[in-house]
């Protein structure tokens, strides 16, 4: 049966802390998952629950029964997967995989690089996780690899223009700790000038970590409901570009990528023009 739509709460009923074993369980069973907006969705949600943990590492117990995954949501899949086990998993087991979806698996863990763990039953599939280590230790608080005068220096305001330009050229953001110094600076110096602003984003050469993702994709979203009038984005690369166009499936924004910072700002004349017109 299809899931043309998912709710957060069916997305919570398939998501299982087993606090412990250290286990997160997560359930696919009986989905047919036809779109990478499902597939979006469903990722944002797991790590949306794994912040809300306080636990930032887990064992994956992934149960696949009688899965169906499209060809147009495997790329979704793949790299979401992909994105959370790099940030968050100390190991993952998949198990009661059918013959399709094991073969997908395999074939993919043949490209990437990883140990698929495929199980046909969850009783082994939870003693595999339990032989493993934990690799948790007391917690670490991130020390921000960015300074204020770093990030302040970024910014610049086009009055005129009603524009807040931010310039990410080379930044990489590695872990909340950047993240949240980045976006308090930038609400802090958009706090001043008490008005909303678009937002010109200069991403040339950015690299955003895998587990800087979850919490630039919090901030991020917040600031925009709060001071963007719209967000424009341009020169990404293929890495940064990927992922933000798969959050803008779930996450309801355009996503409004331009290769050149002339091009990105005929976007924003043209939000202007269609703002004007509502």
């Not at 992934?62 to 899949?77: G, K, L, M, P, Q």
């Not at 009603?162 to 930038?186: C, K, N, P, W």
């Not at 001071?227 to 990927?242: D, F, K, N």
């Amino acid at each position: 049966m299809a899931q043309k739509d998912i709710s957060t709460t069916e997305i919570d009923e398939r998501i299982t802390f087993h606090d412990d074993d250290q286990i997160m369980e997560v359930s696919f069973a009986g989905m047919e998952l036809d779109s990478s907006t499902q597939v979006n969705l469903f990722y944002d949600r797991i790590e949306e629950r794994i912040a809300a943990s306080g636990e930032k590492l887990w064992f994956f117990l992934v149960d696949y029964r009688e899965t169906r995954i499209d060809s147009t949501a495997w790329f979704a899949f793949s790299r979401r997967g992909k994105e959370l086990n790099m940030a968050h998993s100390m190991g993952s087991v998949r198990f009661d995989a059918s013959e399709i979806t094991r073969k997908q698996i395999e074939q993919n863990a043949g490209t990437e690089n990883f140990d698929p763990n495929l199980f046909y039953d969850r009783d082994s599939a939870v003693a595999r996780l339990r032989s493993l280590p934990s690799k948790r230790q007391a917690k670490v608080v991130h020390t921000p690899t960015l300074t204020v005068g770093d990030v302040a220096a970024r910014l610049s305001f086009l009055h005129e223009e009603q524009v807040m330009e931010v310039d990410f050229t080379d930044l990489a953001l590695r872990h909340s700790g950047d993240v949240d110094l980045l976006y308090d600076v930038i609400e802090e110096k958009i706090g001043q000038t008490r008005r909303k602003w678009y937002f010109l984003i200069n991403y040339e050469r950015t690299r955003i970590h895998s587990p800087a993702w979850v919490r630039y994709a919090a901030r991020g979203k917040r600031l925009n409901i709060n001071w963007s009038l719209g967000s424009v984005r341009y020169a990404p690369g293929s890495e940064t570009e990927a992922d933000i166009r798969l959050r803008a499936e779930s996450q309801d924004f355009r996503p409004n990528i331009r290769n050149t910072r002339a091009e990105a700002l005929e976007r924003i004349a043209e939000m202007k023009a269609e703002a004007l017109q509502h």
